[in-house]
Every structure is written in structure tokens, then in C-alpha cells.
């Protein structure tokens, strides 16, 4: 079964500072991962820690959220057949080192914390992010 999704992708700083979005942007279309909007934006720690709420009790939180928030990012809606899974396929692991070749996080990732991207992990998660974002 296939259906259209739609999910939040998000460019993180370590691969925006090294000028890879266009190369990211261009692995999501030839996925067939169409990007309905996208824009470049700083958030502050407060919206970070907003953002990650999901992970206020973990251990890396404080560092998550200084991380998000330490430079610009790109964030972008996708859409696609199954864009949910999807995304996360074409990511990898979170862990850059269990990350599969080939895989945005293998080819880019430095480390568990600069990953490189971020991918809304359910439907219900994708819309509060999407409208977390892009408020219209
Ligand atoms: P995901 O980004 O693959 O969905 P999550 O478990 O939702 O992974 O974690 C959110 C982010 O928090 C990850 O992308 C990663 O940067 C960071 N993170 C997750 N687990 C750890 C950890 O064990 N140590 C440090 N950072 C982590
Ligand atoms: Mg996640």
C-alpha cells in the first residue's frame, strides 16, 4: 500500500555550514520527493527545546538544542508516495556510523550528534512539525 504523505525534513547546521543543501535537495527529487516549501531560518534554544520536546528526559537534550540552534538550517515539507519512511530511508540511521552506504547521513553525517538532517518519524509527528514551521 502506498499513500501520499507529507513530512518535514530539516537540513541541520553541520551541513548547511558546508554548503551540501543543494546536494541534499537534489538527492530528495531524484528520490521522487517533491519539496513543496522550504526555507532558511536560525531558531533560538527556546524553540529548539520546543521542537525536541519528545526528548526533554534524554540525556543529550540540552546539547541537542544548543546544536539545533547554533546556526542557520533549512527546513523543508515533502511530499511523496509513503514521504515518511521515505525520508528516513534515504537519511539512514541515525548514527552516521550504522548508517547504510549510499544514505544522507553515511555520505554526510560527522557524528550521532551532526547528522545532517532530521525526518518526521510518524504522520502524527509530521503534521505538529510541518505546522510547527510553516504556520498557514
Ligand atoms: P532521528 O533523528 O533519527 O529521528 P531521534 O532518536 O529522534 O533520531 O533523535 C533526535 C536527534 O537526537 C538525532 O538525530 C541525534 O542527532 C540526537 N541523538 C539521538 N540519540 C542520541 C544519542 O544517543 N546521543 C547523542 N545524540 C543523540
Ligand atoms: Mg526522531
Excluded: W
Excluded at 102 to 113: A, E, N, P, Q, V
Amino acid at each position: 500500500m502506498s499513500s501520499v504523505e507529507q513530512t518535514l525534513s530539516i537540513i541541520k547546521p553541520d551541513a548547511v555550514e558546508r554548503n551540501l543543501a543543494d546536494k541534499i535537495q537534489k538527492k530528495f527529487i531524484q528520490e521522487k520527493l517533491k519539496i513543496l516549501k522550504t526555507k532558511k531560518i536560525q531558531i533560538s534554544k527556546e524553540e529548539a527545546s520546543e521542537f525536541y520536546k519528545v526528548h526533554q528526559t534524554k540525556p543529550f537534550f540540552e546539547r541537542l538544542c544548543s546544536y539545533l540552534s547554533s546556526g542557520p538550517i533549512v527546513v523543508m515539507v515533502l511530499e511523496g508516495n509513503n514521504a515518511i519512511a521515505e525520508n528516513r530511508r534515504i537519511m539512514g540511521a541515525t548514527d552516521p556510523n550504522n548508517a547504510e552506504e549510499g544514505t544522507l547521513r553515511k555520505l554526510y553525517g560527522i557524528s550521532i550528534d551532526k547528522n545532517s538532517v532530521h525526518g518526521s518519524d510518524s504522520v502524527e509527528n509530521a503534521k505538529k512539525e510541518i505546522s510547527f514551521f510553516f504556520k498557514d
